[in-house]
């Protein structure tokens, strides 16, 4: 009887240990299993992208100081859940694992590259960007002197939220660094000068005016010519428009010259000022006997003004008018250094006559000489 007890025993003591190692056994695969699918998947990263810039002026002239803003953006719409399921073959309970990942960048430098633009400010820690969410970064920048189209390089550093890098941003932003405002004569009269102010940029300019130089009068060899108003304001002009601003003329002292008037305009792109190049205008002449080269000069300074060039006072012959009354007008050019150059020449002429004289006389008084030798 205690043989049969002491062999029902063992076997219940060997089922026992085969149940519990296979329990064992079954568990230890499901966690290898559930290691393995950890394994698989890496951590996502935040991303960041160039979502928008903007310039402001829109666009800017050579040596003008602008606000370069960028815009960007996290390309996430919202965080990520990673789920994993531990399935087991024994009769404990399925295992759900949830990992969540908040997505967040952080900005941890930004700036531009510094080549031909000069560059004020940069960032460094600029803040957390969330998912879906954007930020605003402005850069105080300053165009060259020389017309272009210049690409600025703008680069971004971004990690995680655990301080391991992600991916970066290398981003080139094209910047047009162009335009001036033009004032071609329109129409001129004796008694008034019309000008048209020409931008030629690809912005908008404000607060035009445009100034008569000097602020009153214009002096030349001609006279006085006296501008009323002394500056006319145009305002506002979008890019490729025009505008007209209209002088009064009035010449106080009339000369023996071209009179002219000389012009110029000021004007704002942003907060930037700036000045035109100044014009020659040539204000007709009253009399009914123009000098000669006076249609040349106005012709010349229609051409200059069509291709934008100043036009620079021209000195011409001036004529001189006969002062007795009631006789046709005699015209008598003043041509500079004439009498000197007369004068000079006549000497030459006197002293070569003198000279052609003395050889002469010294060839008969050697013939005379010899004639008196012979009658000795």
Same mark, same amino acid.
């Given at each position: =009887?205690?043989?049969?007890?002491?062999?029902?025993?063992?076997?219940?003591?060997?089922?026992?240990?085969?149940?519990?190692?296979?329990?064992?056994?079954?568990?230890?695969? *499901?966690?290898?299993? /559930?290691?393995?699918?950890?394994?698989?998947?890496?951590?996502?990263?935040?991303?960041?992208?160039?979502?928008?810039?903007?310039?402001?002026?829109?666009?800017? =002239?050579?040596?003008?100081?602008?606000?370069?803003?960028?815009?960007?953006?996290?390309?996430? *719409?919202?965080?990520?859940?990673?789920?994993?399921? =531990?399935?087991?073959?024994?009769?404990?309970?399925?295992?759900?694992?949830?990992? %969540? %990942?908040?997505?967040?960048?952080?900005?941890?430098?930004?700036?531009?590259?510094?080549?031909?633009?000069?560059?004020?400010?940069?960032?460094?820690?600029?803040?957390?960007?969330?998912?879906?969410?954007?930020?605003? /970064?402005?850069?105080?920048?300053?165009?060259?002197?020389?017309?272009?189209?210049? =690409?600025?390089?703008?680069?971004?550093?971004?990690?995680?939220?655990?301080?391991?890098?992600?991916?970066?941003?290398?981003?080139?932003?094209?910047?047009?660094?162009?335009?001036?405002?033009?004032?071609?004569?329109?129409?001129?009269?004796?008694?008034?000068?019309?000008?048209?102010?020409?931008?030629?940029?690809?912005?908008?300019?404000?607060?035009?005016?445009?100034?008569?130089?000097?602020?009153?009068?214009?002096?030349?060899?001609?006279?006085?010519?006296?501008?009323?108003?002394?500056?006319?304001?145009?305002?506002?002009?979008?890019?490729?428009?025009?505008?007209?601003?209209?002088?009064?003329?009035?010449?106080?002292?009339?000369?023996?010259?071209?009179?002219?008037?000389?012009?110029?305009?000021?004007?704002?792109?942003?907060?930037?000022?700036?000045?035109?190049?100044?014009? %020659?205008?040539?204000?007709?002449?009253?009399?009914?006997?123009?000098?000669?080269?006076?249609?040349?000069?106005?012709?010349?300074?229609?051409?200059?003004?069509?291709?934008?060039?100043?036009?620079?006072?021209?000195?011409?012959?001036?004529?001189?008018?006969?002062?007795?009354?009631?006789?046709?007008?005699?015209?008598?050019?003043?041509?500079?250094?004439?009498?000197?150059?007369?004068?000079?020449?006549?000497?030459?002429?006197?002293?070569?006559?003198?000279?052609?004289?003395?050889?002469?006389?010294?060839?008969?008084?050697?013939?005379?000489?010899?004639?008196?030798?012979?009658?000795?």
């Amino acid at each position: =009887m205690n043989e049969l007890k002491a062999v029902f025993f063992c076997l219940i003591t060997s089922v026992v240990l085969f149940y519990s190692t296979n329990l064992c056994f079954a568990d230890n695969v *499901d966690v290898d299993n /559930l290691l393995d699918r950890c394994e698989i998947a890496p951590s996502p990263k935040p991303s960041v992208m160039v979502y928008d810039y903007k310039l402001s002026p829109e666009t800017l =002239m050579p040596g003008d100081v602008g606000v370069l803003t960028i815009t960007l953006k996290n390309t996430h *719409d919202k965080p990520i859940k990673k789920k994993i399921d =531990m399935t087991t073959t024994t009769h404990y309970p399925d295992v759900d694992t949830e990992t %969540y %990942y908040t997505m967040d960048a952080y900005i941890k430098e930004a700036h531009i590259v510094e080549r031909e633009f000069k560059v004020y400010n940069s960032y460094s820690s600029a803040g957390v960007l969330g998912p879906d969410s954007k930020v605003d /970064l402005a850069f105080k920048i300053k165009a060259p002197l020389e017309e272009g189209i210049y =690409m600025l390089k703008f680069v971004a550093d971004i990690e995680d939220t655990h301080g391991e890098s992600s991916k970066g941003i290398r981003y080139f932003i094209p910047v047009v660094v162009a335009g001036t405002v033009n004032l071609l004569p329109q129409e001129v009269t004796e008694d008034e000068v019309r000008l048209e102010v020409v931008n030629e940029g690809l912005s908008d300019v404000n607060n035009i005016y445009v100034i008569a130089v000097p602020a009153v009068t214009t002096v030349t060899t001609a006279g006085m010519v006296e501008c009323q108003p002394e500056k006319v304001y145009i305002g506002k002009i979008k890019h490729g428009e025009s505008a007209i601003a209209a002088f009064k003329v009035n010449k106080t002292k009339i000369g023996k010259g071209v009179p002219q008037a000389v012009f110029k305009a000021v004007y704002k792109n942003g907060i930037n000022k700036h000045e035109s190049n100044q014009i %020659y205008v040539t204000i007709p002449c009253p009399c009914p006997c123009p000098s000669p080269g006076y249609d040349e000069v106005i012709r010349e300074q229609r051409e200059q003004a069509e291709f934008g060039a100043p036009t620079a006072p021209t000195v011409t012959p001036v004529p001189a008018y006969s002062s007795s009354p009631g006789s046709a007008s005699a015209l008598k050019f003043r041509l500079p250094g004439f009498g000197a150059g007369f004068a000079g020449l006549s000497v030459v002429v006197v002293a070569v006559v003198i000279s052609v004289a003395f050889v002469f006389y010294e060839k008969e008084k050697k013939e005379k000489k010899r004639e008196v030798k012979k009658d000795d």
